[in-house]
């Protein structure tokens, strides 16, 4: 079964400074996703950046990268210059090749402090 | 406009009510979810459709129904509303091949006295 795992509930970073955000997963296949999602407080779910499984280079978008780690399955989102509006709840999830849903993480509260 | 849009956006109403939410989305995607959030949690896969013939049930499909009535539409009701049922509900679409980034509408609050 797939599980995703983000350790911090929540995390402090000063403006303009760069944050990295946690997550492991665990899943026995081969080919899969792995995805960040920004929810800020009006509740919308926003789509960041994506891994796919057999991507050899990280993904990277704007001010998002994702730290891809196969072999620790790992998956860090890091922001770079961090902004006020970047605070909001931070998911990790992932997907398999033939699944059905994505599978969240409990998430990771940021607050960005000026 | 949005490319998955959801009505409505927010919803009171009493228990014992039959309830629709409305999901259309202009992506062209075939696959179609419908998820629930509630406080302080990840998201929850109620059900799920590969195309317009497939109706799948997900974790928590108990007082739930589906339609997808088109390939850019997909309901959700709730055939007899309860107060455990108040929650935030995503509607949400992604492609038919690979593992590929899902994207959600801005979601339904429903709550439900």
């Not at chain 1, 780690?69 to 790992?74: E, T, V």
């Amino acid at each position: 079964a797939q599980k995703i795992t983000q350790t911090q509930p929540g995390m402090f970073v000063q403006e303009k400074e760069a944050v990295t955000l946690d997550c492991t997963y665990d899943t026995s296949d081969q080919s899969y996703g792995l995805f960040w999602y920004k929810q800020p407080s009006s509740g919308e779910m926003i789509f960041l950046i994506y891994q796919g499984s057999y991507d050899e280079q990280n993904a990277t978008e704007g001010r998002y990268s994702l730290n891809f780690q196969k072999a620790r399955k790992s998956a860090n989102l890091v922001i770079s210059a961090s902004q006020l509006g970047d605070s909001a709840m931070y998911f990790c999830a992932m997907t398999l090749e033939y699944g059905n849903k994505l599978v969240f993480g409990a998430g990771t509260i940021l607050r960005v402090k000026s | 406009d949005a490319d998955v849009t959801q009505t409505p956006r927010n919803r009171i109403t009493k228990t014992g009510k039959r309830i629709m939410l409305e999901c259309s989305q202009t992506k062209g995607h075939d696959r179609m979810y419908w998820y629930r959030q509630d406080p302080g949690l990840g998201l929850r896969l109620i059900y799920y459709s590969f195309d317009v013939k497939d109706i799948n049930k997900g974790e928590i499909s108990d007082g739930y129904s589906v339609s997808r009535q088109a390939q850019a539409k997909f309901s959700l009701s709730l055939e007899s509303a309860i107060p455990n049922q108040t929650a935030l509900y995503f509607c949400a679409t992604s492609p038919g091949t690979g593992p590929r980034p899902q994207h959600f509408g801005d979601g339904t609050r429903l709550s439900i006295l």
